[in-house]
């Protein structure tokens, strides 16, 4: 999709230096993307910490569990 918006010269600079991308379009669909998981990363964690995800296991057994067990 195709928008038009104004943002900061110095921000967009900053968002190419963080994202290492060069170009505008590829620079800002990248933070969105990033800003995307970030959240939903975050109502993950609150819900988890919250006790309201669905996962049979106590911490104790996840943390005793191997990073790569199935």
Known sequence: ?????EI???ELRQIQK???QK???PAISRA???FLRMRQRDAFIEK???????CALTNQELEAKDLYDT
């Open 1 to 5: 999709m195709r928008i038009t918006f």
């Open 8 to 10: 900061d010269a110095n």
């Open 18 to 20: 963080i994202t290492g």
């Open 23 to 25: 170009k505008k379009s």
């Open 32 to 34: 969105l993307a990033d």
């Open 48 to 54: 988890a910490l919250a006790g309201q995800t669905d």
